[in-house]
């Protein structure tokens, strides 16, 4: 079992920074697997970014330059650096660990919510 919290959210202007957090405990298999997604009032919940399969990452074009996912290996710990916040990022962003490719199962946290205010 696996279990995700999340935290940094909260109120910024935009152009703001915030740094999201995503605490993983339990057995966690390859932190390859782990990445953020967000959704927004109405829409479905999409990719923000994430660490791909073999170690690089990968970032939705909306933040491409303005978001920074890295980690922390020895704390099981992913980051979700935002800059140049814009009120279009306002979302509930959450923290995802998809083991299923290696047969276990899709894990998400409890979301955090980021709003931008213009």
């Known amino acids: 079992q696996v279990q995700l919290v999340e935290s940094g959210g909260g109120l910024v202007q935009s152009g703001g920074s915030l740094r999201l957090s995503c605490a993983a405990s339990?057995?966690?298999?390859?932190?390859?697997?782990m990445g953020w997604y967000r959704q927004a009032p109405g829409k479905e919940r999409e990719l923000v970014a994430r660490f791909t399969a073999g170690g690089s990452t990968f970032y939705a074009d909306s933040v491409k330059g303005r978001f920074t996912i890295f980690r922390d290996n020895a704390r099981n710990t992913v980051y979700l650096q935002m800059n140049s916040l814009k009120p279009e990022d306002t979302a509930v962003y959450y923290c995802?660990?998809?083991?299923?490719?290696?047969?276990?199962?899709?894990?998400w946290g409890q979301g955090t919510q980021v709003t931008v205010s213009s």
């Open positions: 995802n660990a998809d083991f299923r490719p290696i047969g276990n199962a899709n894990y």
């Open positions: 339990g057995t966690i298999y390859n932190m390859n697997l």
